[in-house]
Every structure is written in structure tokens, then in C-alpha cells.
């Protein structure tokens, strides 16, 4: 589809609205960008006339590039105050990084309502765990070795690039659950993303998209226009988020949060199956 400048103006006007609000809910609540991102490009896009059969491997691609420079900015500011906890991080890398290239094999295969289920019932399953979990709750004391981290690790990188998300959804849950302390398991998780980002993204670049059917600007699957204004608002907005969390609890405003990724998985669900 050709570039219609009214069409442009209005997917940079969406864009701008949608990196604005993706940076203040990160620095508020600690979300990672993809599940705010990835339904949110999904509408627009598809409001924008662009809904071909291959718009969600556009949306996976489009969070994860912008994962890379939030993940890479993340584990610097982090690393600098010794919260990042490099074992974990050097065990875990190698299969997070197989699991993101099978990933990415399996998500360019597929169609766009396939993995608008796929998105829908894991955006679930995460709503649930940010509503109802407790931070209490544990599986053991440290993180897994051995066969359990050769199943988890591969399984983390996979779902997390059918979601086109980085490591902090379920990064932060895992570690917790086994005994890694929040602002440690907040750290190391960002170095997930990095691991999670960059091969898929090198992956969904080399994927060929119907030029009747893709944005303009589009690389690939990635749509360099939405990397671009995503990446500048949310290095603007992030910051306010953050001073927003630090002026009230934000632990009511997770729970609503879950209410809200829910309804949006849901409707990402009726969509999909056509209701």
C-alpha cells in the first residue's frame, strides 16, 4: 500500500499517543513496553487499513527492535548499581536465545489470527499473575539449574517472541517465584530482553511482508517509523512514570492495570475468533 501522506500523518499521530502512554505505564509500573505495544500497534495499524494477514508478526517485530535499545539502556542504569546478577543472566542466556530463534521460526510461519490467540490467552495468563500473585509466593531458593533451566530457559526466549515482548513478564514472575529478590530480578530481567530481542529481531528483519499489506517504512517486519517515535517518546515519558510511582503506591494501580490487560486480551481473543 502506497504512502498516503493523510494516512502517514495519522500513523505518526497514533504513534506519538502510544509511545507517550507506553513510557509512562514502563516507569510506573514496571511493565515491559511489548505487552502495551504489541496490541496497541495491532489497533492502530489495523484501524490505519493496514490488517493483512501477517499485521501481528509486524507488531512482534516492531516492540521487540524497540526491546533492544529499552533493554540495552536498562541494564547499563542498572549494572551501575550493581543489580544486575550476571550467573543467572550467563546461565540463562544460551537457551533464552535458541528458544527466541525458534521463536521467530515458528511466528513468521504463522498467521496473524493464530498468533492474535496466541498473544490473547499468555496476555492472560500475566493479567491473572499481576492481579492475583503474591509476592510471597516461592517454587524454591535460587534459580534452577541442571534440566530445569535447559526446559525454562528455551520456553522463556519462545513465548516471550510469540508475544513480542522482552524478559520482564515473565522474567521478573520466574525469579521471584525462586527466590530472587524484586529490584535483582527487575535488573537481570532486562538483560533477558536484550538476549530475547536480538536475534528475533535480526530474524523478523530477513522476513518478507505483501508491500500491499505492510506500513510505509517498513523493514522486513519491522516498521522503522513506529521504532523511531516509539524509541524518542517513551525516553521522554519513562521518567514521568517513574516520578509517579515514587509520589503514591503504585501496587493498586498493577491490579488495575491487570484489569485493563485482561479486557485487552479478551478482546484480542473475540477478534481472533471472530466474534
Known amino acids: 500500500m502506497p504512502a498516503d501522506p ?50 501481528m508478526q509486524i507488531c512482534l517485530a516492531t516492540s521487540l527492535a524497540t526491546i533492544i535499545v529499552t533493554s540495552v539502556r536498562s541494564v547499563l542504569s542498572h549494572n551501575k548499581k550493581g543489580a544486575v546478577d ?24 504463522l498467521r496473524s489470527v493464530t498468533l492474535q490467540i ?8 500475566i493479567g491473572a499473575y499481576m492481579g492475583l500473585g503474591k509476592s510471597e509466593w516461592r517454587l524454591g531458593q535460587s534459580m534452577p539449574k541442571g534440566p530445569l533451566r535447559a526446559i525454562l530457559s528455551p520456553m522463556m526466549g519462545f513465548l516471550s517472541v510469540l508475544m513480542g515482548i522482552g524478559g520482564g513478564s515473565f522474567g521478573v514472575p ?4 525462586f527466590g530472587t529478590p524484586i529490584h535483582r530480578a527487575v535488573a537481570t530481567a532486562a538483560g533477558f ?27 522486513g517486519a519491522v516498521n522503522m517509523v513506529a521504532f523511531f517515535i516509539i524509541i524518542a517518546m517513551t525516553l521522554m515519558t519513562t521518567p514521568i512514570g517513574v516520578r509517579i510511582a515514587h509520589a503514591m503506591d503504585p501496587k493498586p494501580l498493577k491490579r488495575v492495570f491487570a484489569v485493563f490487560l485482561t479486557l485487552v486480551a479478551l478482546n484480542m481473543l473475540r477478534k481472533a475468533l471472530g466474534w
Open 6 to 55: 493523510t494516512l502517514l500523518l495519522q500513523m505518526l499521530v497514533l504513534l506519538l499517543v502510544i509511545g507517550a502512554l507506553a513510557g509512562v505505564l514502563a516507569g510506573l509500573l514496571g511493565v515491559g513496553g511489548g505487552i502495551v505495544l504489541v496490541p496497541a500497534f495491532f489497533y492502530a495499524f489495523s484501524a490505519l487499513g493496514y490488517d493483512g494477514p501477517q499485521l
Open 118 to 125: 496466541v498473544f490473547g490467552v499468555l496476555a492472560l495468563v
Open 193 to 219: 530482553g536484550v538476549t530475547i530481542a536480538v536475534p528475533s529481531v535480526i530474524g523478523f528483519l530477513l522476513l518478507p511482508i505483501d508491500p500491499a499489506h505492510r506500513p510505509p517504512f517498513t523493514v
Open 86 to 109: 550476571w550467573e543467572i543472566l550467563r546461565g540463562w542466556a544460551p537457551g533464552i536465545v535458541l528458544g527466541a530463534v525458534i521463536g521467530v521460526l515458528v511466528a513468521s510461519n
Open 174 to 177: 520466574l525469579m521471584s517465584l
